[in-house]
């Protein structure tokens, strides 16, 4: 069965401190893997992507991501925190067809000034 | 850009009401979501639908039904609204033929007194 697990519930990290937020899946096939993020009562943000190619992607607000397929890990990275970060992540795993889509549980972050 | 629009931000409802609520996108997508999003439960699927007039039930379909006439609208109904049932409600859409990304609405917070 697909899952994604997110092993931390809230991080808190220092405005201008480098963060990295984890995430580990299970898929039986090629996975395509996500990170998006959530502000307070809005929806959710594609931050990133990755089906193919080079196994480091970019996104926006300048995150990136690692795919390490021997780990079954997708994490998340920044090398400076900004205040404007603080909000919930979410990792996921789906498939080409936009139809399988599984969630992990989340990460919130905080960010002390 | 893709657009997601749900009709309504906030709702307050009494218990037994039906309720609708309206999520449309503008860009041709063939699959469309309805999740339910509580703390601590992360995202869980109601709905979904890959089709004009097809509907799958998702994870927790139980007092809700779904309706989908046209290719661009996918609607939530709750018969009954039951307190139980207050969360907040995110519609999502993706294509079939790209990357699987899904794309969020801003959400729908409904509260049922």
């Known amino acids: 069965a697909q899952s994604v697990t997110q092993p931390d519930i809230h991080i808190t990290v220092s405005e201008g401190a480098s963060l990295e937020l984890r995430c580990n899946y299970s898929?039986?096939?090629?996975?395509?893997l996500f990170w998006y993020v959530q502000s307070p009562g809005q929806g959710l943000q594609l931050l990133l992507k990755?089906?193919?190619?080079?196994?480091l992607v970019q996104g926006i607000k300048g995150f990136e991501a690692e795919f390490k397929r021997s780990q079954s890990s997708f994490n998340l990275r920044k090398p400076s925190v900004h205040w404007s970060d603080a909000a919930e992540y979410f990792c996921a795993v789906g498939s080409r067809s936009g139809q399988n889509f599984v969630f992990g549980p989340g990460t919130r972050l905080s960010v002390l000034p | 850009d893709v657009k997601v629009t749900q009709s309504s931000r906030y709702l307050v409802k009494r218990t037994g009401e039906k309720v609708f609520l309206e999520c449309v996108q503008d860009?041709?997508?063939?699959?469309m979501f309805w999740y339910r999003q509580d703390p601590g439960l992360g995202l869980r699927l109601i709905y979904f639908?890959?089709?004009?007039?097809?509907?799958e039930k998702g994870d927790i379909p139980e007092g809700y039904s779904v309706s989908r006439e046209k290719k661009e609208r996918f609607s939530l109904i709750l018969e009954s609204a039951s307190t139980n049932q207050t969360s907040m409600y995110l519609c999502a859409s993706s294509s079939g033929q790209d990357t699987g990304e899904l794309f969020f609405g801003e959400g729908s917070r409904l509260t049922v007194l």
């Open positions: 639908s890959y089709d004009v007039k097809m509907k």
């Open positions: 898929y039986g096939a090629t996975p395509y």
């Open positions: 990755y089906f193919s190619g080079d196994t």
């Open positions: 860009m041709d997508h063939e699959n």
